[in-house]
Each structure stands twice: as C-alpha cells, then as structure tokens.
C-alpha cells in the first residue's frame, strides 16, 4: 500500500500537463486522429496492467482523456504520479 501524498507533495510533483481534481490527477492527451488516440490508450493499458494500477480512460474525438486515483489508498499516491509520468513518456 503506498502513501497518500499530501497537498504539497501533489502539487511539487505533478508531471506536465496534468492537474489535480480531488482525490484525482487528470490529462487530457490530443492526437492528430481518433486512432492515434485509440493506440495511445492501448499502450496506456499495458503501463497499467505493468504496473497494476488502473487509470479510468475516456476515448474521444481526437483526445483521451486520463484520470488517475488510488481506490484501496482513497486518494493520491506515488503510483498515480509515477504512471502519470510514463503516461506522458509514451505520448512523447
Ligand atoms: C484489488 C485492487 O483492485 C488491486 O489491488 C488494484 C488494481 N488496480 C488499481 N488501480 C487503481 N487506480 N487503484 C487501486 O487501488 C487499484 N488496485
């Protein structure tokens, strides 16, 4: 079981591009066409499942939109900030 983090702690290390909403960390990613965004999700779900930690992903036109929570811990941890930052590795 991780840590939560507290107030501070979320803020100093939120990857780029992310932002904090409650107990969530959330980015929306853009892509040039709804595949690419359906590809990006896929290689997100493999992160996950590497990491047994499981974002909520919503596919759009053109965007998908991550949301991050630790559900046993009820709040922010270092696995959501941590797959955060490989999320914006494999968008990269
Ligand atoms: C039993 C529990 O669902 C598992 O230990 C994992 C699965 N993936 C998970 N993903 C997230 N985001 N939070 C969890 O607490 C979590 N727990």
Redesign the pocket.
Known sequence: MADLLDDDEISDRLPAGWEREGDEIVRTFEFDSYLEGVGFAAGAGGL?EEA????ELTISWQEVEVR??????GGITD??VDLAERFNELAD
């Open positions: 996950a047994f930690h499981h974002p991050l929570t630790s559900h046993e811990e696995q959501d």
